[in-house]
């Protein structure tokens, strides 16, 4: 006997406000957490990676997937020993989170060495903004607040589900950043390339076949955006490559600009969006372990090909 709609509705409105209730109260936990001391902050954070692993485990299935793919030539242990540096770093990312929305300038200033800065400011003599080039690492949320310390620039985002982060998110973007501009917005960014902004931009995840080519990422066929491309050669924008690096030991971080790619974009779109990939790729393959494996990087699979993840 089916339930009543008004019972229905009422049942699902419940179980969305305990669900809110729940995130609110993992933010208020998060916000405590930000005064304690830098390696504090960080011990809690592996505490929640290897919770996050033994709960979450249809995302560990799909990052040991990934690391299985991109890293054939490892042994099953050493994948297993990168899959749990992984989720230490993904525990440790949403203390960063925290950090990234509610530390004080001052603090986060103690935690970070930038290098290439004048790289950034020679692409911007140009005129025509900087497209900084970045990928999903799970240091994203803090690397962009350290960022800001030391320059302004627009961001990319897209809405969260969740209504309480969106929320969260929205108000850290307003204050800490000069502009947010949907994902799904080119002419915002190319306005904000035109008004001489660097515009963070990260092509590396999959957002389907619309706007995307097939392209090698570890040697694997992945729906990739195109958009780098087509915004440089439309904005005359250089491309920036812009990363971010958890540092051992409690040192803080590692931001790093490098020089504006050389004759970019070329006359082919497929093989700008090669170039960039295997740019990302060489990066990751610097500090794996950093990088963003519970994403499913190859949900989107070229005609005739069957699933990755089952």
């Known amino acids: 006997m089916q339930q009543p709609l008004a019972t229905c509705r009422f049942e699902y409105s419940l179980r969305q406000r305990i669900r ?7 933010a208020g936990l998060l916000w405590c957490i930000t005064p304690l001391p830098y390696a504090w902050q960080l011990a809690i954070g592996r505490g929640l990676g290897v919770l996050i692993q033994r709960l979450a485990r249809h995302r560990r299935y799909i990052a040991l997937t990934n690391i299985r793919l991109c890293f054939p030539e490892l042994s ?5 020993r990168l899959l749990d ?8 990312a949403l203390v960063e989170t925290a950090l990234g929305w509610w530390g004080s300038d001052r603090r986060l200033g103690k935690l970070v060495t930038l290098t290439g800065l004048e790289h950034l400011q020679a692409a911007l003599q140009q005129g025509r903004g900087a497209i900084l080039l ?15 310390l030391y320059t302004p620039f627009h961001v990319l985002y897209r809405s969260h589900k969740n209504p ?14 000069e502009k947010a501009i949907p994902r799904d917005d080119p002419r915002a960014m190319l306005a904000s390339l035109k008004q001489n902004r ?17 392209v090698p990422f570890f040697g694997i066929p992945a729906a990739t955006l195109t958009a780098t491309s087509r915004l440089a050669r439309v904005s005359g924008a250089p491309v920036v490559p812009f990363f971010q ?20 974009p070329g006359k082919d779109v497929e093989r700008d969006t090669r170039r960039i990939m295997k740019f990302i790729e060489t990066r990751i393959r610097k500090q794996p372990e950093q990088y963003l494996w519970v994403h499913r990087r190859f949900k989107t699979r070229p005609p005739g090909e069957p699933p990755v993840y089952g």
């Open 245 to 264: 690096r958890r540092l051992p030991g409690a040192r803080g971080y590692e931001l790093t600009l490098l020089p504006a790619l050389e004759n970019f």
């Open 134 to 148: 970045s990928a999903h690492f799970t240091t994203l949320e803090i690397g962009g607040r350290l960022l800001s």
């Open 20 to 26: 809110r209730g729940i995130t609110w109260l993992a």
């Open 76 to 80: 099953g242990r050493e994948r297993h």
């Open 164 to 177: 309480v982060i969106e929320t969260l998110q929205r108000r850290s973007r307003h204050r800490r950043f």
């Open 85 to 92: 540096a992984h989720f230490t770093s993904l525990g440790i």
């Open 198 to 214: 660097p515009v963070w931009y990260a092509p590396d995840q999959d957002h389907g076949i619309d706007n995307s080519l097939f």
